[in-house]
């Protein structure tokens, strides 16, 4: 397994939560890292970007500034810390791999996704 997410579940609006995903040595290594989502009836977006390297860091506006992604090198893992959250942000959530784009077809990894519902 490449990719794989976890830490979704069910959470009040205003509430937070944290994503993570495994990735393996060699995935971690070689690609940019990345967070989508998909809500119902809805094609998969953009949420969060991350390169080890000089591209930095990349959101979408919609999550900027109640969203964090970073990674721990240790480990392999990337991270999306998720604060201030609204109901609009329920979507299964995937961590991908690829290039530093919002483009999902920029990715050629994707890890199983985990569902987030946020609640009113």
């Known amino acids: 397994v490449q990719l794989q997410a976890s830490g979704g579940g069910l959470v009040q609006a205003g509430g937070s939560l944290r994503l993570s995903c495994t990735a393996s040595?060699?995935?971690?290594?070689?690609?940019?890292l990345s967070w989508f989502r998909q809500a119902p009836g809805k094609d998969r977006e953009f949420v969060a970007a991350?390169?080890?390297?000089?591209?930095?860091?990349l959101y979408t506006d919609s999550v900027k500034g109640r969203f964090t992604i970073s990674t721990d090198k240790t480990k392999y893992m990337v991270y999306l810390q998720m604060n201030n959250l609204k109901r609009e942000d329920t979507a299964v959530y995937y961590c991908?791999?690829?290039?530093?784009?919002?483009?999902?077809?920029?990715?050629?990894?994707w890890g199983r996704g985990t569902q987030v519902t946020v609640s009113s």
């Open positions: 991908a791999a690829g290039a530093f784009s919002m483009d999902k077809n920029d990715y050629s990894y």
């Open positions: 040595r060699r995935v971690f290594s070689s690609y940019k």
């Open positions: 991350t390169s080890l390297r000089a591209e930095g860091t």
